[in-house]
């Protein structure tokens, strides 16, 4: 059996056009206490928005310190109408690493992923 991680496209794999759904997160954060993390598809080079060819959805999910897998957000974007681009707040009790997931409709699925250390 092919494991889906098989399909996923890394940072390594980004050609000219810029689908790799960056985390921007603060590298420490302080248990229980929200912190803000962005997500961010086209950070140095705009990916196209059009119906033809855009950005469909971003996921983030968390792997805990104790080793549990936590989904922390979805967001449906609606092309032409809304950038990849997403802000919002997270709350950790423990250290974890953000994984980022996106899917554009032609180029597939991206990830990328930032440790988040909790004091
Ligand atoms: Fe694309």
Redesign the pocket.
Known sequence: MEKFGAVLHSPEYEGK?K?VPVIKAPATAKANEAFEVTVVVGDETP??NTIA?HIKWIQVFAKLESGMVVHVGTFDLGPTYAEPRVTFPVVLKESATLYALEY?N??GVWEYSLDVKVE
């Open positions: 056009e689908h990916h196209p060819h554009c032609i180029h």
